[in-house]
C-alpha cells in the first residue's frame, strides 16, 4: 500500500522561498541626503546606520528624531557592501525596502490622478529621476515589474534625492494585467511611442481632469508589442523636430506634464 505523500508542489516551493527571500531582503542606501530622508521617514523600517564623524554631525537631528544608534566609524575603514565608487559622503544606512501597498491603495482617491509605467525600465540612475519628476509633478504611484525593472538601491535613491522615500513605488507582477487594472479603474492608459501619429497633447484634450496612466518602455526597445496592445492609446511627445527619442525620465517628466495641462 502506498503512503500519501506529503511533497509541497514546486510551485508551493518556489512561492514560500520567494516570500522567505523578500522577507530577508534589505537596501543599503548612501549618501547624505539620501540617508537623512529615510531617516526623517517613520514608515522606513532602518536597520544599521554607519557614519564618519563629520557625516554624524551633518545628520545629527535626523539620527536624534530616528532613534537609532549610529556606528561611527574612521573614514579609511568605512566598509559597508555598496559599490566601491559610490558617493557615499561618509552615510550609510541599512533599510527594509518600504510596502507602498496595491494599486488600488495608492492609483485612487487623487484630484487628478496620474500614475506612470515603466516597461522594463532597469536603469537605477533613470528610475530615480523618474520618481523626482512624478513626486514634482503630483504623480499617484510610479509603476515597475518585479523582474526587468529597477529594485529599491543606494544608487536609485541617491538619483531620486529623497523622493524614494515619499513617492510611491509599486513593483507588480505583470505590466499588462496591471494596465487592465488600471483601466478598470477608469484610467486612459497611453503608451509613448515615438512613431505614434497622435501626441499626448491630441490624446488628452478635453480630458486632463480624468484618471491618466503614461506606461513608457526602455531606451532602445521601447514598449514590448503585448504592451502597446493593451494600452488605449500609443501618443508621442511634441518635439519642434524631428529630432531622436529622449532619455526615458525626461520623457517621462515631459510626457506627465503634457498630461496635466492638454
Not at 510551485?11 to 548612501?30: D, I, Y
Not at 541599512?94 to 532597469?122: F, H, M, Q, S, Y
Not at 526597445?221 to 523636430?241: M, S
Not at 527619442?245 to 517621462?252: D, E
Request: proline share 5%; hydrophobic share 40%.
Amino acid at each position: 500500500m502506498n503512503k500519501k505523500s506529503n511533497k509541497k508542489p514546486a510551485w508551493v516551493v518556489e512561492k514560500e522561498k520567494a516570500k522567505k527571500a523578500a522577507a530577508s531582503e534589505t537596501v543599503w542606501l548612501f549618501g547624505l541626503h539620501a540617508v537623512r530622508d529615510a531617516l526623517l521617514n517613520p514608515k522606513r523600517e532602518k536597520l544599521r546606520l554607519v557614519v564618519t564623524l563629520n557625516a554624524q554631525n551633518k545628520l545629527e537631528d535626523a539620527i536624534a528624531t530616528s532613534g537609532i544608534t549610529p556606528e561611527v566609524v574612521d573614514p579609511r575603514k568605512f566598509s559597508v557592501p555598496i559599490d566601491p565608487g559610490s558617493v557615499h559622503q561618509g552615510a550609510a544606512l541599512e533599510v527594509k525596502p518600504l510596502n507602498w501597498g496595491g494599486l488600488e491603495d495608492n492609483c485612487i482617491g487623487a484630484e487628478v490622478p496620474r500614475v506612470i509605467l515603466l516597461d522594463r525600465v532597469t536603469d537605477p540612475h533613470n528610475v530615480g529621476a523618474i520618481l523626482r519628476s512624478a513626486e514634482v509633478l503630483g504623480a499617484s504611484a510610479v509603476i515597475g515589474t518585479r523582474h526587468h525593472s529597477a529594485p529599491e538601491t543606494g544608487a536609485l535613491a541617491k538619483t531620486a534625492s529623497g523622493a524614494l522615500e515619499r513617492q510611491p513605488y509599486l513593483r507588480m507582477r505583470n505590466l499588462s494585467d496591471t494596465i487592465v487594472a488600471l483601466q478598470q479603474m477608469g484610467y486612459l492608459v497611453l503608451g509613448l511611442d515615438g512613431e505614434a501619429e497622435e501626441t499626448i497633447e491630441e490624446a488628452v484634450a478635453g480630458r486632463t481632469k480624468e484618471p491618466i496612466a503614461l506606461v513608457l518602455g526602455a531606451e532602445g526597445p521601447g514598449l514590448r508589442q503585448k504592451t502597446k496592445e493593451t494600452v488605449d492609446k500609443l501618443v508621442k511627445i511634441d518635439a519642434a523636430r524631428g529630432f531622436g527619442s529622449l532619455n526615458v525620465s525626461n520623457a517621462a517628466a515631459l510626457s506627465l506634464y503634457a498630461s496635466l495641462k492638454g
